[in-house]
């Protein structure tokens, strides 16, 4: 109950995406480390070398995250991207201490059980709006106000997350004690599928299928996975049938008397389909279980017929066109005269504009092919090297976006990463006897699951989800998933003999890191909390505060860009122009390809009457992002 609660508690805060948020959760998964430590909560068995290896790799990887921090153009991204890292880093360390053989399956049913209050609380807000506080989304991006985002803020991260928690659910639908607890695991089928049709998210389609399939070719009840899949695909395709004679409640407007009627009815109708989904399964287990076997040669032959299957499909649905289209540029919205947004978008082929951000990627390793930009430039790469006008962060694959910012070496070792604990999962899945096989089966298929979601958005900086992927993989490697070697007799875990305990030096090493990486993450929220309250003190016009306070957050993170720009800002607004340029350029040293830093710095040496000065800041603005809409009719001008 405690990892379901802690789950649902990251996700329900906006995915915990924001800094404050996810600072928040990295200090406790910290303290829950220093914790383990001090009280001697070590596993009693010996961690294995496969979690020592890609625990390892992990630390790797943010090692060589915080090294770029010698040669990025920004060092505030790169020290962000570094307690990114240091977080999933402790989550995959307390999840492997923690775990054991005696508490996998609670581990796992408490994953499953976030993922499920996530989905209710999701389909909730929708169906009957109102229901909770409305996010900040729609007013940044009004087209995506009927893509159902509540309550981790993001689309395809909502379905994503949910899609994590399918393989987990058909886990229990198979190990469960009865077979009503069998039906009563798979009743939130519909209901999640119901969620992801609102998303419209071709990601999180795509990853509970891959999640599903995986789970059923490894686990050994390969026929028992295969029916609750089944019986789930009847179920969801209920509760979408529902939703497309709604047309209002999925597509909008939203916030209509219609609306409300549809989503109540809809309600009714979606929990019906849970009920029934939950009741034929567990009355078909109760009735069928063991009485029907099937020969290994009936299997070859669906195998073989689901293959040839998706190759005709391949085939017909003409990939030389499909390609293409993938790689076009966004086109005009989806509107209802379309057939509606949600359906069309869920059929299209479009990449809403992949291609053109992994091509960037790919030209940002170009030009730094070993070592990489630096973590966290690849926006700025995007607004000087983009293909079109759009405004995003990240390049939507995290394997080719740690090319180009962390080169070669960075990419490797994120690869290393997945290959392992993909490796390790298989083998213990297919070593491991009963319910453990069953089980590692489901946490193995959905980190690979996890891991495909890497490489088509951008889910390592969605907190939540990265969350329980990493969780995923810190159980599959773990102690918790090793199978008994042979022929030993299995013993319980109880009077196993005890892991080795780490040595004083070395725990006080241990320590002295964990309490270092705690400064770590609180460093920027504290540095972020003081330049909001300057903030909030010039819409007071408290310049007095303001300037405090600004001071204030440099003096606790120097090295970063913002408190230079809230110094500059009060600054320019106080008239104190000589100053706000002087800190303006202080900023840039630290994020020396910030386009917006170089608008500021030219407005200001407007003000100050330095128009050539002013003029050189501008051109380089532009250079920057010279697709901006800003600049529209400056570009020749300011380039030529």
Known sequence: MLVAAGLFWIAYDNASYSLASRGTVAIAVWWGFIVILAFGLWPRTPVPRAAMLVGGLVAALALWTLTSLLWTSNTEATFDEFNRASLYLGTFIVVVLLSGRSNLGRFADGLALAVTGVAAVALISRLFPGSFPEGDLPTFLPGTVTRLSFPLGYWNGLAIFLALGVPLLL????????????????????????????????????????????????????????????????????????????????????????????????????????????????????????????????????????????????????????????????????????????????????????????????????????????????????????????FVRDAHSLYLEALGELGIVGFLLIVSVVLAGVAVGVQRSWRAPGDAGVTTAALTAAFVAYAVSLGLEWMWELTAVSVLGVAALALVTGPATVPLAEPRVAVAESSAPPARRPGFGLGIAALAIAWVLICAQAIPVLANREIARSQSAVGRSDLTSALKHANAARDIQPWAASPYVQLALVNEEAGALVRARAWINEAIDRDRHNWRLWLVLARVETKLGYPRAASDSLRRAVELNPRSPLFQGLVDGATG
């Open 171 to 390: 886990r229990l639908a198979l190990v469960a004690d009865s077979s009503f607890l069998r039906g009563l695991a798979l009743a939130p089928m519909p209901m999640i599928a119901a969620t992801v049709y609102l998303t419209s998210s071709r990601g999180g389609v795509a990853t509970a299928l891959v999640g599903s399939l995986v789970f059923v070719a490894l686990t050994e009840r390969r026929w028992a996975a295969a029916a609750a899949f089944a019986a789930s695909l009847v179920g969801a395709s209920g509760a979408i049938g529902v939703l497309l004679a709604r047309d209002a409640l999925v597509n909008g407007p939203l916030g209509t008397d219609l609306v409300e009627r549809e989503g109540r009815s809809a309600a009714l109708l979606i929990v019906l389909a849970c009920v029934v989904t939950g009741l034929v399964y567990g009355l078909g287990v109760h009735l069928l279980e063991g009485r029907i076997r099937f020969r290994e040669t009936v299997g070859r032959i669906v195998v073989v017929t689901v293959l040839v299957l998706a190759l005709v499909g391949m085939v017909a649905s003409d990939p030389a066109a499909r390609v293409e289209g993938f790689k076009a540029l966004p086109g005009a919205d989806i509107t209802a005269s379309d057939g509606g947004f949600v359906k069309a978008h869920l059929l299209s082929g479009g990449g809403s504009g992949r291609w053109q951000f992994w091509s960037a990627a790919l030209g940002q390793w170009d030009a730094h092919p070993v070592i990489g930009a630096g973590a966290g430039t690849y926006e700025s790469w995007w607004a000087q090297h983009a293909s079109f006008s759009y």
